[in-house]
């Protein structure tokens, strides 16, 4: 176990072993940077290549809020060529506070790198699947294309078909695309336009990306018995 925080006093490095070298406690004084993390990491593989690692980060949040993405980034590659000798697994945990939130996107995939999710979207996805399963359903399977089509629209208040004119080769029609951005709007993740009496035309300025990341995350790791991890 590696503690990395400014908070500790001191620069010395100090490292406690407990019977049986199960366990191995590393304190890193001040100041905290990725090569010595990796450093203090390194030091803890020389006696465990023969061993199946579960590497633990948690939480990564300070690191990313502090530091930002490329930080992370360097912290992640490291670890990836220190462990590539190793049967290895890394697990990452980090709180989705508003300060870390927008660079969370440019590291962790939500279809890829999420495997559990504690966020306040996931108490309204589970109303919506009670309340609208149908809708919820179209939301599940398409909240890729609904993402890619608000983010490639160049218009601030489309319809539903013009957001589905800037997918490439899509799976959604533009029907299916408006049931699963009407989700959205359910969720918050965007509003729609009230100033028209036509089809509905969505208000692309109030898009909240980080907000589309979480229930992306969180539909990415929906529970085979319908029940969303928390």
């Given at each position: 176990m590696v503690s990395a925080?400014?908070?500790?006093?001191?620069?010395?490095?100090?490292?406690?072993?407990v019977p049986g070298r199960g366990l191995a406690y590393t304190v890193l004084g001040t100041p905290v940077d990725v090569e010595r993390i990796l450093e203090a990491v390194s030091g803890h593989l020389a006696e465990a290549r023969?061993?199946?690692?579960?590497?633990?980060?948690?939480?990564i949040e300070p690191l990313l809020a502090e530091h930002g993405p490329g930080a992370v980034n360097e912290l992640l590659d490291g670890l990836r060529v220190r462990l590539d000798s190793c049967r290895s697994t890394v697990v990452i945990g980090c709180s989705l506070t508003e300060r870390a939130a927008?660079?969370?996107?440019?590291?962790?995939?939500?279809?890829?790198?999420?495997?559990r999710i504690d966020h306040s979207v996931v108490a309204p996805l589970d109303r919506l699947r009670e309340a609208d399963p149908t809708t919820f359903g179209?939301?599940?399977?398409?909240w890729t294309e609904a993402r890619a089509g608000i983010e490639q629209c160049e218009r601030n208040?489309?319809?539903a078909k013009q957001i589905h004119a800037a997918l490439f080769e899509p799976e959604t029609t533009p029907r299916t695309l408006g049931t699963a951005l009407s989700g959205l709007v359910t969720l918050g993740v965007l509003n729609t336009w009230s100033e028209t009496v036509g089809p509905t035309r969505y208000d692309?300025?109030?898009?909240?990306?980080?907000?589309?990341?979480?229930?992306?995350?969180?539909?990415?790791?929906?529970?085979d018995d319908g029940s969303l991890d928390d």
């Open positions: 925080s400014d908070l500790t006093r001191g620069a010395a490095t100090a490292t406690q072993v023969d061993l199946e690692l579960t590497v633990i980060i948690d939480d927008p660079s969370v996107a440019s590291v962790f995939d939500p279809a890829a790198d999420v495997d179209y939301l599940r399977r398409h208040y489309p319809q692309l300025t109030a898009y909240r990306p980080v907000r589309m990341w979480a229930v992306g995350a969180a539909l990415a790791v929906d529970g």
